[in-house]
């Protein structure tokens, strides 16, 4: 999983007084901590905090005192921020969209964009560009009932086709008709729609959008005239955090190195900027505020040309407060500053309480206030000269604060990231500035061109450094993922604090906190169990996220049958090293969507490639796919799977159900009922392949006759509710695997398929829940385990 920016303040590498102003900071956490409450308990418990906070405000205010005038403010902001979310909230609750009725049925909205389209199958693995499905952000505008049009506001998510929507700028309007799914999770989102059709304009975006994208358009095409594919990838993601032409493997680099927040945009690139244009504006000895001035604009200016990210919305409305203390004269105070921002932020958009990016960026902003500035000193007593020091305390008291969120989200833990943050720090800035240089004189061929050039040292310098720390061995140590693994490392980071402020309790604090690192973070990684455990396994899921990919053992040492990649080269090709397979004789790739092909890559490196099989109804399916080109770079032969087909190993016997040869009239322009559909019998019993098909295929299923009985169901389509009860019953599986993403838009699996599976007397397991999941055992007496954490709820 991908980590949003980690942040800098403006004056991130200065020394700032010992005594940090903290007035500002609970009631920043206040509004924090009651958003979340409100947003994950809805509207009634928003309307008792409100009024809690009202009669504590009348209680406190016939108390006098310092405190006490403290806590009424904390107690009114808290009652504040509930008395504007429980409005938001009651409309969201009771939205018409909403209604459960009106889930798997088509509607007709009018909708203004806010963001622009992202790729969510996207990987760009095989290099060949961005996914097939994208999420767009947008407002509802209007909706259509009876024939007629009515206005209808709330937040809704789209998903939508990307080659159709790529162009798609925040401020546009369009209309379209979708299905409604209801959405998953806490938020302010009133509905989510799946569109398959194009847009229908009725209002142009913004002519500032316009302007935006054809910069960013400038800069990539610059980028890809003058670097090679990995720096042309890099340059844009250090800019505006465009990553779509950053190949697989350097992502990965970037996230085993700690590296991932320099391809997000976050408050460094602006904090770069603003401060480059400042810095220029004083140097001609321009007065006060118009050198504030024209760093607000480029402020402004940057935050359009980006995007609205929560780590740019947090920095630029902290800027904002700094450049108006420059206009006053006064000095710049970063904490209450970032807690001011937190405030404004929390009141506008409560949504950002729950944003990862968001949490990421205050954290590390806060550590390089609280915390950094005390390292420097320290080392500088130590003898550490002022610029080393400086470069050693800033990312180290960034990663340490980030660590436990970073840790929630991904279950990883970075080894080496100060160090890699150390060394490609110095290049980042004259790289962004070099960039969004190139970006503004992008029209002018030649100079943006020389720009561009200008930024390839400090860009292949950021790429060695990625590739070096990433090839470190134990660069990444495994950690529980969710609360309890961010609690932990928390605890660690808490030891190290307390033992560099407690000079009398610093030697046992310290080595108390060196043990206690070495057996959470290096023993679980120094000493990892066999995967599988317990002997020889049939079928493992394995966890790539939202998308499919199965392994089926072939009874023959290191081989074994891939159905489907996934959408990420690196995940399925982790799964496939823990298993150690090195010769895969057969890829089945079920059909033409991203989550399902993308990460061939994953596959076909390092790896003997024999066949692959390509499903779909039509042979033109695959055509822009790229998948082709990866077959032949792997030196791999490409097959048809056509309903009737046997293939054999001595421990894997594959039936092919579908599709029916010469399928493609029949099909049409269904790509997920056009799947290849797999019967496997092995050790562990027989096991149903299903890809992506739905209601359609299901029934032409049923009605063909085949013995669809099998021990081990892999759920169609991630668990959707496009699957007939007649389909499950006639399949009547011990054992039900649904492959889906964690937390993904779609609202997959559908809570009645795993309740009609769970009814039917099957065992569930999904992959967002237990990671990688492998079938052991024997038919009658399965077994199932997963390499996830147990702590996770299944339910």
């Not at 509930?82 to 009725?101: G, I, K, N, Q, S």
């Not at 949490?359 to 003898?383: D, H, M, Q, Y």
């Not at 061939?600 to 003997?608: E, F, Q, T, Y």
């Not at 085949?706 to 496009?722: D, F, N, T």
Request: proline share 7%.
């Amino acid at each position: 999983m991908t980590t949003r920016a980690v942040a800098t303040a403006p004056n991130a590498g200065k020394a700032t007084p010992p005594s940090a102003d903290m007035r500002l900071v609970p009631a920043a956490a206040g509004t924090w901590a009651v958003t979340l409450v409100c947003l994950c308990t809805g509207w009634q418990v928003a309307s008792g905090v409100a009024c809690a906070g009202c009669l504590a405000t009348v209680a406190l205010a016939f108390l006098r005192g310092r405190r006490v005038n403290g806590a009424v403010v904390l107690v009114v902001l808290g009652a504040a921020t509930a008395f504007c979310l429980v409005p938001r909230l009651h409309h969201v609750e009771t939205h018409e969209l909403r209604a459960a009725e009106l889930h798997g049925e088509s509607v007709g909205v009018r909708v203004e964009l806010t963001r622009r389209p992202r790729p969510t199958d996207a990987d760009p693995a095989s290099g060949r560009g961005a996914g097939e499905r994208s999420v767009v952000r947008a407002e509802l505008r209007a909706l259509r009932k009876g024939g007629e049009w009515h206005p209808i506001g709330g937040r809704a998510l789209l998903l939508v086709p990307t080659s159709s929507w790529a162009d798609s700028l925040p401020g546009r309007r369009v209309r379209t008709t979708a299905v409604v799914v209801p959405p998953h999770g806490a938020g302010l989102l009133a509905t989510v729609l799946v569109v398959h059709q194009p847009p229908e304009e009725l209002r142009a975006a913004p002519p500032v959008q316009r302007v935006a994208e054809d910069l960013r358009a400038g800069l990539r095409e610059v980028c890809s005239r003058v670097l090679g594919s990995e720096a042309a990838g890099l340059l844009p993601g250090l800019v505006i955090g465009d990553t779509g032409a950053l190949p697989a493997t350097v992502r990965e680099e970037f996230r085993k190195a700690g590296l991932t927040h320099l391809t997000a945009v976050s408050g460094a690139n602006l904090a770069i900027v603003c401060g480059a244009a400042l810095a220029l504006l004083r140097l001609v000895r321009a007065p006060r505020p118009l050198a504030a001035a024209g760093a607000g604009c480029a402020l402004l200016g940057f935050v359009v040309l980006a995007g609205g990210e929560p780590s740019v919305l947090r920095a630029a409305v902290m800027g904002g407060i700094g450049l108006l203390a420059l206009v006053l004269g006064r000095g710049r105070a970063t904490l209450p500053a970032l807690a001011a921002s937190v405030i404004v932020l929390l009141l506008v958009d409560p949504e950002l309480a729950i944003r990862p990016g968001f949490a990421l960026s205050v954290t590390a902003t806060a550590a390089l206030v609280l915390i950094a500035p005390g390292w420097s000193t320290a080392l500088r007593g130590r003898g550490v000269p002022r610029g080393l020091a400086e470069a050693l305390a800033v990312p180290a008291a960034a990663q340490l604060a980030t660590g436990p969120v970073v840790v929630a989200l991904s279950g990883e833990f970075s080894l080496v990231g100060v160090l890699a943050n150390i060394l490609a720090e110095p290049v980042v800035a004259p790289a962004t500035v070099l960039g969004v240089a190139a970006t503004l004189a992008a029209g002018i061929p030649r100079l943006g061109e020389l720009l561009v050039w200008a930024a390839a040292p400090e860009l292949e310098w950021i790429l060695l450094v990625a590739r070096r720390a990433a090839d470190v061995p134990l660069a990444t140590v495994p950690l529980p993922a969710g609360v309890f693994g961010a609690v932990l490392l928390a605890a660690c980071a808490g030891l190290v604090l307390l033992g560099a402020r407690f000079r009398a309790t610093r030697r046992w604090t310290v080595l108390g906190a060196c043990l206690a690192l070495v057996v959470v973070l290096i023993v679980p990684a120094a000493v990892r169990p066999p995967w599988p455990p317990g002997g020889s396994w049939s079928l493992v899921a394995c966890d790539v996220g939202q998308g499919d990919a199965l392994v089926l053992a072939t009874g023959v040492r290191d081989t074994a049958v891939v159905v489907d990649t996934g959408p990420s080269a690196a995940l399925v090709g982790e799964c496939l090293d823990r298993l150690g397979v090195e010769r895969v004789p057969l890829l089945v790739l079920t059909h033409p969507h991203a989550d399902h092909f993308a990460g061939i890559a994953g596959v076909a490196d390092g790896r003997r490639l024999g066949r692959v099989a390509l499903g779909g109804a039509c042979r033109g399916a695959w055509r822009g796919t790229g998948v082709r080109a990866r077959i032949a770079e792997a030196g791999a032969r490409e097959v048809r799977l056509a309903a009737g087909q046997r293939l054999g190993w001595p421990g894997l016997v594959l039936e092919v159900l579908a599709p029916a040869a010469g399928g493609c009239r029949a099909v049409g322009e269904r790509v997920n009922d056009a799947s290849a559909v797999l019967k496997a019998t092995t050790p562990a019993g027989r096991v149903l392949l299903t890809g992506d098909i739905e209601l359609a295929a299901q029934r032409r299923l049923l009605g063909s006759g085949e013995r669809l009985r099998a021990e081990v169901l892999k759920v169609p389509h991630h668990g959707s509710r496009y699957t007939s009860e007649e389909f499950l019953r006639a399949v009547s599986p011990e054992l039900a695997l649904i492959s889906v993403g964690h937390g993904n838009d779609y609202g997959h699996p559908s809570a009645a398929i795993v309740a009609t599976l769970r009814s039917s007397g099957a065992l569930v397991r999904r992959t967002d829940r237990r990671g990688d999941i492998a079938v052991l055992g024997d038919p009658g007496r399965l077994r199932v385990v997963g390499s996830g954490n147990p702590l996770r709820p299944e339910e």
